[in-house]
């Protein structure tokens, strides 16, 4: 696991080996085993090593073709890197090294592009072909490996993180308006957007190539739930077993050590379970803990640690929340504010202590239906169809709307879900999924904020994808759409930085391409299956995991918000959102942030979601936008 970062020289001079390597440091702790850099008169490019695979010194990098055509910057792992190896050797191709970074360089060569269709594994790279001068850039299927890229009429940048390009001279730090409602709505901003005008995400499954006439971005692979299997679930779910065990065990090749996230979910539990099976000596587990029962989910990971005689490592979060707040925020370079990068965070450095390597359940959720979310319109028999048509679209939102000024958590609950059914699917599932009702936004928005904004709404980004799915069914298409949003841009992304902030890496079996490809095949009704969520999943992990483990109440990885509003981050928070506010106060009202900082600490109300997300956009200002930077925001936000 590394970071790369590196800029051309087509629309104008970027810099030289001063400019790389600063752009290295700034990303140092993606890989703190070496550093190196690459600069001819076309293109720079800059590495920073967390060396796992093959630690000589052959595995620096930029590392270059044994013919010297190719230079590639690398960040990730490519599981089938070893059977490709061994084709490409019997065919000839001379390595130098044991690292799977060769191996692309390698089918690069015979390939070219269509390299990405061969290689299985989470990655970011940039390549430079010095035959044709073009620049490929790529980015893994689902999204774990970050990519961003800086474009203006003289400027082309690419890093693993922003903070990298920021480092230049002269990058515009214009803000997006429609990108921070977005970011209000979804805890994250969606790519291929970023914060910021000129910086933008490379989309999953995408690559780019770049030269002297521009960028040309090309999407290489898709999931499809077009084909549906007509197998019995017995075959299905052994087929599923077989499939998650072989990819657990993939991932279990490493030169440093090993081990492995264990929430006591089913997911995480599930994956701990294969391991053990095929590891010779116990596997090292990590949980996180709180004070707060409600969060606390220990007693569980520890069940399946004893039942696996894992060497098992508990931290419990304390007071240590106020004191690394600013610390863990400052990694992420644009706002987000999924509450569990906290305790991923914890259980990424608890992690580090003992291994390099982790392995995770992410992705068990989004792809096997895992959400109570799911349950409102996944099936014939839920919510949506149990009422009439006509009651859902008159009689729903008259009953939302005299719910809405309730401060009541269970009154706004119930707002929500009669919001939702009264909608057509792909707008209820937005309502679903979002942080922030319109009502909402308007009383906080300034009046000028929302006439830049003019009629975008972030439900586009939702029904887009949801537009776009090929699915047969409603749960198959909103699967789809998490896939493509709510996995890469807040899942996905808190668990990279959370985890390359300690310099670990983290693999996820059940994101395997194979298992994602696989488990798009599945019939719905076997992923959701008389109100069991992840059925099949559930079926599969039967034989290695009690039916407490499998069968209780999903908690999820949560954080106890209220109560840190009114203890361990009060004072933080509030010099942040009622003393400061300098960003806050750019874009919203700042005497409703106000009220509802009152509402909350008075207990009349919980609005901990909504000052959460606000204290996340407040402390990332702090220490990345301007104070001049809405002077330039876009007027056209859309």
Sequence with gaps: MCGIAGFTHFNGHMGDNVTLKKMGDSIYHRGPDAGGEYLDEY???????????DLTDAGIQPMTSFDGKYIIVFNGEIYNFQELRAELSAAGYPFKTHTDTEVILALYATEGANLLNKINGMFAFALWDTTTQKLLIARDRMGKKPLYYLQTATQFAFASEIKAILTLPNVPKDIRLDAVYDFFAYQYVPDPK??????????????????????????????????????????????????????????????????????????????????????????????????????????????????????HHEFTVHQNVADNLEKIVSYFDEPF????????????????????????????????????????????????NKFPKVLRKHLFPKLANFLAGSNATIWRKGKS???????????????????????????????????????????????????????????????????????????????????????????APL?????????????????????EKKHIL?????????????????????VPLASWFRHEIKDLAEQ???????????????????????????????????????????????????????????????
């Design 417 to 507: 879900l009669l919001t939702s059914l009264s909608q057509e699917p792909a707008m209820g599932f937005y309502t679903t999924n979002s942080q922030i009702d319109d009502r909402q936004w308007q009383k906080l928005a300034k009046q000028e904020v929302k006439a830049k904004l003019g009629d975008y709404h972030p439900s586009k980004i939702t029904i887009d994808a949801y537009e776009k799915s090929d699915g047969p069914d409603h749960l198959a298409k909103i699967l789809y759409t998490d896939m493509k949003t709510y996995l890469p841009g807040g899942i996905l992304v808190k668990v990279d930085r959370m985890s390359m902030a300690n310099s670990l890496e983290v693999r």
């Design 576 to 638: 942040h959102l009622i003393d400061q506010a300098q960003g806050l106060k750019s874009i919203f009202n700042h005497d409703y942030i106000q009220t509802l900082w009152h509402e909350h600490q008075n207990e009349s109300a919980d609005h901990s979601a909504l000052l959460w997300s606000m204290l996340m956009f407040e402390m990332w200002w702090v220490k990345y936008a301007e104070p001049q930077a809405t002077e330039n925001q876009q007027e056209n936000a859309a």
């Design 43 to 53: 293109v720079g490019l800059a590495h920073r090593r967390l060396a796992i695979i």
């Design 194 to 311: 970023s914060i910021f005008t000129h910086i933008h995400k490379l989309s999953p499954g995408h690559y780019m190539t770049v030269d002297s006439n521009g960028i040309e971005i090309t999407q290489y692979w898709d999931v499809t739930f077009e084909h549906t299997s007509t197998a019995n679930e017995t075959e299905l779910t052994k087929k599923l077993r077989e499939l998650a065990a072989h990819c657990t065990k993939q991932r279990m090749v490493s030169d440093v050590p090993l081990g492995a996230f264990l929430s006591g979910g089913v997911d995480s539990s599930g994956v701990v379970a294969m391991m053990a099976m095929n590891s010779e000596t116990p596997v090292k587990t990590c949980s996180i803990g709180f004070d707060d029962k409600k969060f606390n989910e220990t007693e569980f990971a520890k069940e399946v640690a004893d039942k696996y005689h894992t060497e």
């Design 337 to 384: 504010a999924d509450p569990s990068l906290v305790p991923t965070f914890f259980v990424s450095e608890l992690a580090r202590q003992q291994v390099t390597v982790a392995i995770a359940g992410d992705g068990g959720d989004e792809v096997f239906a895992g959400y109570e979310k799911y349950t409102t319109d996944a099936t014939e028999n839920s919510l949506r």
């Design 511 to 531: 994101l395997d391409r194979e298992v994602v490809e696989f488990a798009a095949t599945l019939p719905s009704e076997m992923k959701f299956k008389n109100g």
């Design 538 to 558: 559930k079926e599969a992990f039967k034989p290695m995991l009690p039916d407490g483990i499998l069968y209780r109440k999903k908690m999820g990885f949560s």
